[in-house]
C-alpha cells in the first residue's frame, strides 16, 4: 500500500473514531448524574468532535472532500471507526470506562504522532496535549473514587470493563498499511501502542480492583466493517443533513 | 414512552414512578476562586457540589473555567471559608470616615511654597 | 461562622403564601429604604419572610427552566446537520445546564437546599416555564427555539438582572452574557433556513407557526389584574409587567422575523404607533392555563425523563456521598 494511502488510513481511523466517541459520548449533555459532570462531559464530547473536524481538515487539504461531507456523507463501510466507539452509551459506568480505555489510547497515539512526518498532524498533536490530559485525569478521578465506593458501583465498573476489553483490544486493528505507515515516520505500529497502552491501563486496573480475562480482540472496524450499531448511529446523526446534503444548514 | 426524541425514546421510562431522593443526598460544597492572568487577583466565581476536593478541581475547570482563560483556579470546601456574620458588620459603619487613612488634606505644596518663599532672598 | 451558615436551611419549608403578618415595621422600613436606594439584598440580610418566598420560588422556577430547556433542543444533538451545528448546540445545551447550576446554586442562599428543588421537579410541584412543555418537532424547531425563545428570555432576564437580591443579579450577569453568544448563534441558523431552499424556508415557517402561540404565552398574562404585581416591583424581585416585556420583545423580533420573508401566523399583530404597544390576536389563554396545569403535549415526557435521570444515576450518589460530609448553604 503506498504512503499516501497509509496516511489516508490513519487519519480517517483516527477522525472516524474521534467523530463517532465524541457523538456517543454528547448524548449524555443534559441528563448526567449531576449538573457539574453533566458540563464537564459534555466539553469532552465537544474535544472530541472538534478533533474529528481538525482530521477531516487534514483530509480535505489531501483532496478528499469537504468536512461536513467527510462526515456526514459517507457510507458505513467506508468509516474506519473500531467497534469500540460505535457500541452505546450504557449505563455511566459504560462510559466512563469507555472513556478511560479510549483516552488511554488517544494520548499515546498522538504523544508519538508528535514527532511524526506528516506535518499538519505533528501540530495537531501538540495542540489536543491540554485536552486529552484533561480526558485522562477526568478518568482517573471518577473510576478511582466509583471503584472505591459501593458494591454496586464497583460491579457497574467491572462488567463495563469486562465487556469493553474485547472491544478495546479491537482499537489496535491491523491491516496491510502498516508496512508503509511505519517507513513513511507516521508513527508506531498498532502493536506498539497496544503495548504501551497495556503497560498504562494493567496497573490503574489493578490498582482499582478490576479484572480483564484474556480476550480475542473484536475487529473488522479498520476494513469498513462495522458492528451492528453504526449503521442506525449515522442514519440518526444525518437525518437532517441529508433533507438537502447541497443546503446551507 | 413514544417520543420525538430518538433519546428518550431510548430510554426506558416506562411504568417509571415520580420520586424523590433523600434529603441526604446532597453533596459537599465547594467555593471556587479564579484567576483569568498572571499578576491579577483570584476572584470567588461561585460554588458547586462534589464528592472532594479533587472531584471539585476537576468540575471547576469546566463550570468555572471553560469559556475564559484560566491561568490559575482554587478550591475551599464551604465549611473552611469563615465568614463575619451578619450582626457584626456594624463594625465597617465608620471605615470610610478614617481619614488619617487617606491620602488627603496634606498641604504639601503650600508648605514647599512657603518655605520657597522665605528662603527667595537668602 | 462558616459558609453560609447563617442562613437556616429550614426557614423556606414554613413560608406561607402572601404570609406579611408579624414583619418588624421599622425592619420593612429600613429594608424598604436599601432596595430604594439601589442596594442589593444579600444572604445576610434581614429580609420580608414573603420576600424570601417569591425569590425563592422566581429563581428556582428559572433554574427549572433551564434544566428542562436542555431537553427539547437537546433531543436534536444527535441529528445536528454538520460541525457547525453539532458543536454549537452542544455548547448550547451545555451552558443551559450551566445556567441551571449557578441559579440553583442562587437559590440554595435563601435557604431552599438543590436536591429539594430537584424533589419539587420531579413531582409536579414546581413550575418551569411553560414554554418547554413543547416539543421540537423538526430542526426548524431548534432554530425558533434557538433564536426567539432565547430572545425572549433574553428580554426577562436583563431587566431582571437590575432587581433587588445580590446572588440572582450575579447569577444573571453571567447568565446575559453567555446568551448574546446563543442569541447570534440562534439567529444565525434561524436565517440560514429562512435565505435557504423553498424547502428550508418552510419547514421554518411551519415551525414558527408551531411557536407563535407559546411564544406570546411566554411573558405570561396580562398582570393588570395581579394583586401580588405591585409589592414585588416595590422589593424589585418584578422589574417590570408582563405585557412590558411581551412589548419589548415585538419590538425586537418582528422586524426580524419579517425581514426574512416570514410571515406571523397573527393576522391581528401590529403596533399602535401613538403609544408604542402591539396589539396582537387572542392566543388562547384557556391553553396556557392548561399546559401549566400538567395538559401539555411534553409535560408527562419532562418529568419521566428527569425521573429515568434520578433512578439511571442513584448509583453514582450512593457511591460517591462521603459520610463526613456536611451540609452547608453556598455562599452565591
Redesign the interface.
Known sequence: MSTQDATRQLLFQMADDALIMG?RN??W????????????F??M??DK??HA?QLYKILNAMGEGE??KL??NRNEKDFRSCHLVEL?IG??AFSLMRQFLFDTAESIRYEQLQNCSLTPLAQLAVKVKGELR?HK??AD??IK??AN??E??KA?LQAALSELWPYALGMFEEGDWQAARKSEGLGDSESEIREKWLAAVSPKLEEWNLRVESAEAVEGGRQGYHSEFLAPLLK??????N??PL??? | MESLDPRVGRMKVDGLEAGTVSEENYWESFEVFHQKKTGTAFVHVGSLQASDHEMAMLLAKEQYGRRMTTTGLWVVKTTNVFVLEPDEMHMFSTTASKTHREAVDYKVRDKISAFKEKNKNK | MYGNAFVDPDEWKNLKKGDMTEEDPQKLEAFQAKIDAGDKIEPADWMPKEYRRQLIRMIEQHANSELIGALPEGAWITRAPGFKRKMALVAKVQDEIGHAQLLYNAAESLGKSRVAMLNDLMTGKSKYSNVFNYPAVTWADVAVIGFLVDGAAIVNQLINSKGSYGPYCRALKRICAEEAFHLKQGHDAFVSLATGTDQQHQMLQDALDRWWKPLIHFFGPSDKASVHGEKLQRWKVKMASNDHMRNKFFDQYVPKILEVGLTIPDAELIKDESTGEWQFGDPDWDEFFRVIKGDGPCNKERLAVRNWVRENHQWVSDALLRPDRVRMVPLA
Open positions: 457523538h454528547s448524548e449533555t443534559g441528563i448526567g448524574p449531576t449538573l457539574e459532570e453533566d458540563i464537564a459534555s466539553s464530547a465537544q468532535i472538534g473536524y468536512m461536513d462526515a456526514f452505546p449505563d455511566y484533561y485525569m477526568h478521578v471518577w473514587q466509583l465506593g459501593t454496586e458501583s457497574r440518526e446523526m444525518t437525518e437532517v443533513f433533507i438537502d443546503a446551507s444548514w
